[in-house]
């Protein structure tokens, strides 16, 4: 994958972290014109706290969250490096002003504390495009990779809590007309939207996916089936009373079928999701804009 592929938000935040470490470098090369020419590197630098005042510092206080949501230790570490290096430069610093020798024990703090705040960033950075690259950049939602691992943790924690598990397949209803009547920018804002309402309508604990073209997968966690058949309704009430504005006076009004598949204890994902699909196909066959659940489940 190129930069070019990857969302605008990511491709933005990795330019702007090569940016910020860039000029570090170039911090670093004012250091080396003071020990050299017992030139002043700047009051920036000599600052106790010059670690703010650094672009890559001013730079990570913005864009701490971001960091600590992919790796909290690893952030706090960045943090801990990142100061420990700038205080070592300004006792290197203020020692060669002073017209004395630096100390080794100075320099050797400095040089291991670079060569791991360059580390973490290289992780962060692998970080980021691999998160980028499981992530739909046009929903915004993760794709189907992490599918897999999640289904396990949730089933797992179905048994222990003795609670039910539901695999949901969700899919746009008439998409392929919307496509050619108003063309695929709109069958783009058609997606996007619906990801949104989706998102804003399932509960947090809820994952929701991009599983391919118009279809979406959805963990449905609940205590009955029951309420596994009220929450199928309050998304099928919400799609249909959340039209798309397409233009200034014209909007879409969607409706989506859904299949329902409860989790078998032991059952493996490729078993759910077929009969999700079965389900699907069962309620696109019937009249869309509805839901089914498979059987052996009762269909409605």
């Not at 990795?14 to 090369?29: F, G, P, Q, S």
């Not at 989706?198 to 509960?203: A, D, F, G, I, N």
């Not at 205590?223 to 200034?248: C, H, N, W």
């Amino acid at each position: 994958m190129s930069m070019s592929d990857l969302p605008t938000e990511t491709d933005t935040f990795v330019t702007e972290l090569d940016a910020a470490v860039e000029a570090h470098m170039n911090w670093t090369r004012r250091i080396l014109r003071c020990a050299v020419l017992r030139s002043t590197p700047g009051e920036d630098v000599l600052d106790p706290m010059a670690h703010t005042l650094c672009r890559f510092g001013a730079w990570f206080a913005e864009n701490r969250a971001q960091f600590v949501a992919l790796d909290a230790p690893a952030a706090h570490r960045v943090e801990v490096v990142h100061q420990t290096m700038h205080d070592a430069i300004r006792s290197l610093c203020a020692q060669v002003m002073g017209g004395a020798s630096g100390h080794l024990v100075d320099l050797d703090c400095f040089e291991r504390s670079q060569t791991e705040l360059i580390g973490l960033l290289a992780s962060f950075k692998t970080l980021i495009l691999s998160s980028a690259v499981r992530s739909d950049p046009l929903t915004g939602l993760p794709l189907r990779y992490g599918i897999e691992n999640d289904y396990t943790l949730y089933q797992k924690e179905a048994r222990r809590n003795r609670s039910l598990l539901y695999v949901v397949l969700i899919d746009v209803d008439h998409f392929k007309p919307i496509n050619d009547t108003y063309g695929h920018h709109v069958g783009d804002l058609v997606l996007r939207h619906l990801a949104n309402t989706l998102k804003q309508s399932l509960r947090i604990d809820e994952p929701l996916y991009r599983y391919g073209g118009e279809e979406f997968l959805w963990l449905l966690k609940c205590k009955s089936t029951e309420e596994a058949i009220q929450s199928a309704r309050r998304v099928l009430a919400t799609v249909g009373t959340t039209p798309v504005p397409v233009a200034d006076d014209e909007i879409l009004r969607l409706t989506v079928t859904m299949g329902l598949a409860l989790a078998g204890e032991m059952e493996d994902l490729a078993s759910v999701v077929k009969r999700a699909d079965q389900a699907l196909y069962q309620g696109k066959n019937s009249g869309r804009d509805r839901y089914v659940i498979a059987s052996p489940d009762l269909a409605f």
